[in-house]
């Protein structure tokens, strides 16, 4: 059979040897006679995992010792509400940085928590222009005290992504789904980071939280026990039954990555994949991207047939070539590579290849 290779946004594709070893070891995993699914989430065995997780995970971010890893339930939006509910009390605001799809529906749901009232905006993306840029504000500026400050590095919808880190009196906190692990960040910089898993860790439904322990001191407003991150801290993410699956997944991936050489050997890989990519549609001018070069997601290639009436051929033509899910999300329209880490070089270069022959065929 050959190769097919999954450019999904999310549920995206999991390293092929981490697939393996699952498959592997579904029936009868550690010697035990039973799958990872079927024991104890409190067992001696799954334990150990749990903790090989976190040492993993804190070694491949190189987590400071104040921060506290969480494995919740609820991926990414379950964060939406964790962060309002666990963080900004009874009389709490917070601004939030909007760049796309995602930091624009993390708003509405903390609007929908905290009220109108306590939920600042400000939307950073520049769209007068030809090409999409990115506009930070002047934090100095704002004389609001802000419990923290949101945003998402990287819109998976958009393909846009913010390398600047940002620089304000506030905790801020990062919505990293879907760039977690893609490249050295320095966590120290954070109150709190967040990544549903489904695109850099594992499966979906579970989420990584990494958080700073004094943001644990913030006034937090009533809610469900299972998103409470207090709660979470004092039972080792184990308040109640987690989605042991999808952590045991998790483990496989982090090790799988350390033994690519961890974060910085996979972002040097990432930088050379959006690298050819963008470069060859810069070169074409079947092919265009609407984000100006700093700006473009080394994760989520978004681009469009100068003649969209090609678009289903495209499609169709880019499946029988075993190149699936590069359709662009149905808000923004055009085509998606989401080239995540799993992402091999030679999945880049088979969409290259097949792009340049649609080219030459249609043109
Ligand atoms: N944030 C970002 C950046 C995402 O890409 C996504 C999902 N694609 C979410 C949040 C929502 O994640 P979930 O579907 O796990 O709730």
Known sequence: MSVTYNFCAGPAMLPTEVMEKAQKELLNWNGLGVSVMEVSHRSKEFIALTEQAEADLRQLMNIPSNYHVLFMHGGGRGQ???????FLGNDGRALYLVDGSWSSAAVEEARKLAGENCIDVVEIVNKDNELVTVELPDFNAINTDYRYVHYCPNETVDGIEIFDSIDCPWPVIADMSSNIMSQEIDVSRFGLIYAGAQKNIGPSG???VIVRDDM???????QSSIMDYRLAVKHGSMYNTPPTFAWYLAAEVFAWLKQ??????IAAQNEIKAEKLYQYIDSSEFYLTKVSA??????????????ESLNDRFLAEAKANNLVALKG???????????YNAMPLSGVEALIQFMQQFE????
């Open 260 to 265: 690519q050489g961890g974060v910085k050997q």
């Open 206 to 208: 579970l989420s990584i």
């Open 294 to 307: 700093k700006y473009r997601s080394k994760m989520n290639v978004t681009f469009y047939l100068a003649d």
């Open 80 to 86: 939406f509400s964790a962060v309002v509910n666990n």
């Open 329 to 339: 999300h149905r808000s923004v329209g055009g085509m998606r590579a989401s080239i």
């Open 216 to 222: 644990l001191q913030l006034p937090s407003l009533p």
């Open 360 to 363: 030459a065929q249609n043109s």
